[in-house]
């Protein structure tokens, strides 16, 4: 029991970064990403081809191991060096690819810019299944370096790694916040409710929207990451848009948009209900239900987003309205602190 939760957990931290990332673009800034597998799965074979070693005999041949090489030889052999490479080359890889995209991309409105993402996505998975010598085409990458695995048993490396993925979360989670609490945060929020207002104020509407285009990217990038390392493969099968597009995005809606901690909530929601289905499949159900199982799953997490959509449109934890923090603290004072006269003060007149 405890292991299947520690894996439930695991599955949960590393999906709630692709719901924070996706909220940074379009919870504060309202850019609608409808190719988050793109950046999932970019995130995850650039993690897995640079620091996995080379393959070559039978059906598997590609290069990798890139990582391993590249650096210094007092840390080649250490077990933490393919992770932390593979995360750093992953982020950085989408976050480039989002700012070579947002120059085309970012001037569509949201529908046609829903179009553009999905189409991207489409194209880099066509782009994996073709290409063989660098990512296995098909058959995927096996044998991705896990972080200090040789120090746990197998039945034990799952706690592991739960608290190495609740340690990236709270960093992410932290950073974002900071980050949306700032006056940058406030220019997309902004930016969100009204672009030609924000841009009358002088604002660069483009390059903010392409900053959270790009920050939301790559954290996406880590998370792809993330995953690969917790799986030690990875294949085009995984990154459909169904399981790597429409499940982040309903997570972000049930959770809340414009809250992180409602963005993390939705992870919890989604995902438990998708393992309940899974474990149903474990109990003597009617055959008829039991094959029918999964288009159920899909059925009530549909009912459950109209649920959300009608009852609660803001979420389960609505975005938190607030001030800056000047403006809090002036309306906190009282009116004799900013220079008005108490209500009884009359001054005399001549």
């Not at 999932?40 to 070693?53: D, I, K, P």
Request: with cysteine.
């Amino acid at each position: 029991m405890l292991s299947f939760l520690a894996a439930f957990a695991v599955t949960v931290a590393i999906y709630s970064l692709f719901t924070l990332g996706l909220n940074v673009q379009w919870g504060y800034a309202g850019v609608f990403n409808f190719g988050v597998v793109a950046f999932f799965m970019l995130g995850a074979y650039a993690a897995a081809a640079f620091t996995t070693e080379p393959a070559a005999g039978g059906f598997d041949t590609y290069v990798g191991g890139l990582g391993p090489k590249l650096s210094p030889p007092f840390l080649q052999g250490e077990e933490w060096v393919p992770f932390v490479v593979g995360a750093a080359v992953a982020s950085l890889m989408c976050g480039l690819l989002a700012y070579l995209l947002s120059f085309p991309a970012l001037r569509l409105r949201e529908d046609y810019l829903a179009i553009a993402t999905i189409g991207v996505a489409e194209l880099m998975r066509n782009v994996v299944v073709a290409e063989r010598g660098l990512v296995n085409s098909e058959r995927g990458l096996k044998g991705i370096p896990r972080p200090f695995y040789s120090f746990f048993s197998p039945d034990n490396y799952e706690y592991f790694y739960l608290l190495l993925a609740l340690v990236v979360l709270a960093l992410v989670f932290l950073a974002t916040e900071r980050a949306v609490r700032s006056p940058w945060g406030r220019v997309l929020r902004a930016l969100r409710e009204d672009e030609t207002a924000t841009a009358a104020s002088g604002k660069d509407v483009t390059a903010f929207r392409r900053q959270a285009f790009v920050v939301g990217a790559m954290i996406m990038g880590l998370g792809g990451a993330v995953y690969a390392y917790e799986r030690g493969a990875v294949s085009p099968d995984t990154f459909t848009h169904f399981a790597g597009t429409f499940i982040f995005w309903a997570m972000l809606i049930v959770g809340g948009s414009g809250n992180n901690r409602g963005a993390v909530l939705g992870a919890y929601v989604v995902w438990g209900l998708w393992i309940v289905s899974l474990q149903l499949l474990g109990y003597p159900l009617p055959e008829a239900l039991r094959n029918r199982i999964f288009y159920i799953r899909d059925m009530v997490l549909g009912g459950l987003l109209v649920a959300v959509l009608l009852l609660r449109p803001q979420g389960l934890l609505p975005e938190e309205r607030r001030v800056s923090i000047w403006v809090e603290r002036l309306l906190r004072r009282p009116p004799e602190a900013v220079g008005a006269r108490p209500s009884g003060d009359r001054t005399p007149t001549s």
